[in-house]
């Protein structure tokens, strides 16, 4: 494979997983009205289809 290629897709996936993955938490906190209530657990799984992948990144943000 080209790895030119190959590093440009893995960046425009990693870049829509990030910006998608922030509006869907935005989303959350502003519909929920979670803001001013503590943290917020978060974890992240990415798989992929037919790989043995399993990465799991766990964290919490802080809704001030």
Do not use: W, Y
Not at 33 to 60: F, Y
């Amino acid at each position: 494979m080209d790895e030119d290629r190959f590093n440009m897709s893995m960046r425009r996936f990693l870049k829509e997983v990030g910006v998608t993955s922030q509006q869907a938490i935005e989303a959350l906190v502003r519909d929920e009205g979670l803001r001013g209530h503590g943290k917020l657990k978060m974890k992240m799984i990415l798989t992929a289809a037919d790989t043995p992948l399993n990465h799991v990144v766990e964290g919490e943000i802080d809704l001030g």
